[in-house]
């Protein structure tokens, strides 16, 4: 017999969580011709891990694992918005604005789901297993690709230099060593066609 009141709860988070559609990123498609939404990047990098995982630096990681918590990484934005990466005022607050939404979403499940999920949200930041620093490297690799690919639409419009998106994705080498290699070459790459400005040239 079904447990209404469960259900409804699952119900209520179902419909809270479509809130993610309307959260918009700094990222534009690889055509450049709108920013990205939370959700589109959730779906994005959760495809990415299943056609990438063998690029991680631990085998025989627990891939549904990493997909889970790409599907409920940015949830928290719902209520702290997508804080841009190279935003040093808006990053100072968001550890703070991040745990508190994780407590209101993830609480509107029924109990075990909700310890759950927000148990994966958790384990995604610490970035302490080797599935959630597979994870962390698709969150971080997937805006470099895209604005690879629009010609750096974000990078013009905030002023971002070569310096600083180094110093913000090598960290994903944690993840995937071979990924970080990939990234360093579109980041030439994007230096040597005219898009991204190169700071640190003589």
Partial sequence: MVDIDRLSQQMRFIVEIDKLKHIE????????????????????????????SEY????????????KMLLIHDLVEIDAGDTFLYDTL??????????DAAARIFGLLPEDQAVE???????YEARESPEARFAFAM?????????????????????????????????????????????????????DDGFLIDDEAP
């Fill in 139 to 191: 969150d971080a690799i997937q805006p470099l690709i895209l604005s690879f690919h629009n010609k750096g639409w974000s990078w013009k419009k905030h002023g971002v230099v070569k310096s600083q998106i180094v110093d913000k994705k090598e960290p994903l080498k944690i993840g995937s060593r071979d990924l970080w290699e990939y990234a360093q070459t579109l980041i030439k790459r994007a230096v």
């Fill in 90 to 99: 808006g990053n100072s607050t968001k550890a703070k604005r991040e745990k």
């Fill in 117 to 123: 999920m927000h148990s994966l949200w958790e384990e």
């Fill in 56 to 67: 991680s630096n631990e085998k025989g990681i627990d891939l549904l694992k990493v997909i």
């Fill in 25 to 52: 990123r700094q990222s534009a498609l690889t055509d450049g011709t709108r920013q990205e939404n939370d959700s589109e990047h959730s779906w994005h990098i959760a495809a990415m891990a299943i056609l990438l």
